[in-house]
């Protein structure tokens, strides 16, 4: 019996939250330890197991992984969310590269005085409304399929979705324009894996207040 | 879908990007290393950038865009992983890979840097400078030393070569362009900078006159401040 992946960060999304999303939609239990203090974290370092002295870090199949699109795409490829051939590992790649481009724009708002976070916000709404969804909207219409590669479920589907929640956070309306989003989200969300972890109680974290942020600014002495 | 130019339906790669590093040069380098002949178009001018937009060219009107196998690539991690995996450079399997990627990450976060250092504001660089170097110093090097320490092999992953070796070795040559002495510490990285440049394709691109970019020209990165406005 295979052992859980555990998961080593801040209780809240920061960079970890896409590989929670990733491991709850292919349906894997996992567990958490949460970085509370300092002393925990020069633990870590001690121990030797962050490359850059950095997390995410994620343990699985006997190993210590860090930077999050490195684990990203090995879990893809093992809960079979990645593709069926190169071509496709390629779309997906891309498709998630721009979605996590976004999400880090606004996990790195959190961090900034209160005038330069609203114009970040302003700035991840305008980018959503006319960079991102655009291109996922029309990659929908183009093919007619349920999902973004493929014809099937993937990591990028997974994405998209947590990219698109993200966004309705900071401005409701955002998907108001992409008719095809709306019904992507619902689809995606209706997904029981996926349901499951929408719910309440679940592994989930929510947006980032500020003891969130001081927390991680007291961890990593920034 | 996006118009393939002729280049392209040729079988060479075309290259959408200023003639500059940025973030198409590890692109360049891993095509090179895999002894691929590659095409370039270079934006020079805000017109050219939109252009490619307006043609719906740049999924997320960005550059790097490449042109290859039929394909309008973007997205710089998703090209590399796609000519690595073409050209055999992304080791065995799914956990080499892992260890790939996890290597590569490192590399791109301390190149996304010292790519800061070069696009930031004059009054701003001398602070970026510093953390650049001092990143260098206690963070990314040791971490490579380490693993080759571990595994005693000429190359960081799998015995083989792979894209890591070759997006480490082009970091290497930054580090020393940034200061020299840097690199005296890490005997094992010293030697992995000679043996990868001793490669025939790597050592062919290391030449005068191969499509390597220069270091950047602090005069022609403020003219291209005022023109495409960064």
């Known amino acids: ?222 | 879908m996006c118009e393939t130019t002729v280049a392209a339906m040729a079988g060479k790669p075309v290259l959408y990007y200023w003639d500059a590093r940025g973030r198409m040069e590890c692109i360049r380098w891993l095509l090179a290393a895999a002894g691929v002949e590659f095409e370039e178009k270079f934006i020079e001018t805000p017109a050219d950038m939109e252009k490619l937009i307006k043609d719906g060219r740049l999924m997320f009107q960005q550059v790097p865009m490449v042109e290859i196998d039929g394909m309008t690539l973007v997205q710089t991690r998703a090209i590399l992983n796609y000519i690595a995996t073409k050209y055999n450079l992304y080791g065995k399997d799914a956990k080499e890979r892992a260890l790939i990627d996890m290597y590569t990450e490192g590399i791109l976060d301390l190149s996304e840097m010292m790519l800061q250092v070069v696009i930031s504001l004059p009054e701003q660089r001398e602070a970026k400078i510093s953390l650049v170097k001092e990143k260098t110093k206690n963070r990314y090097l040791p971490a490579y030393e380490k693993v080759l320490k571990s595994h005693g092999q000429d190359y960081l992953v799998g015995n083989r070569l792979t894209k890591v070796d070759i997006h480490l070795l082009e970091l290497l040559l930054y580090v020393e362009e940034l200061d020299s002495s840097l690199l005296a510490p890490f005997p094992l990285l010293k030697a992995l900078k000679s043996r990868i440049s001793s490669l025939p394709n790597v050592k062919k691109f290391l030449q005068p006159g191969s499509q390597r970019k220069p270091p950047p020209d602090m005069k022609r990165i403020e003219e291209a401040r005022k023109a495409f406005k960064f």
């Open chain 1, 1 to 222: 019996m295979e052992a859980k992946p555990k998961l080593y960060y801040f209780q809240g999304r920061g960079r970890m939250e896409s590989i929670r999303w990733l491991l709850a939609a292919a349906g894997v239990e996992f567990e958490e330890e949460f970085l509370e203090t300092r002393e925990q974290y020069e633990k870590l370092l001690k121990d030797g197991r962050l490359l850059f002295d950095q997390v995410p870090l994620v343990e699985i199949d006997g190993m210590p992984l860090t930077q999050s699109r490195a684990i990203l795409s090995y879990l893809a490829a093992k809960y079979n969310l990645y593709g069926k051939d190169l071509k496709e590992r390629l779309r997906i790649d891309m498709y998630t590269d721009g979605t996590l481009d976004l999400m880090i724009m606004i996990a790195q708002a959190a961090f900034k005085p209160p005038k330069e976070k609203e114009e970040s916000y302003a700035l991840i709404v305008k980018r959503a409304k006319t960079r991102y969804f655009p291109v996922f909207e029309k990659i929908l219409k183009d093919h007619g399929e349920d999902f973004l590669v493929g014809n099937r479920f993937s990591w990028a589907d997974i994405q998209l979705l947590e990219a698109i929640l993200m966004v309705e956070e900071l401005s409701a309306p955002i998907l108001s324009d992409f008719p095809l989003l709306q019904a992507f989200k619902a689809r995606i969300s209706n997904i029981p894996t996926i349901q499951k972890f929408l719910q309440p109680g679940s592994q989930r974290k929510p947006p980032p207040d500020g003891h969130y942020v001081e927390v991680v600014r007291n961890v990593l002495k920034f």
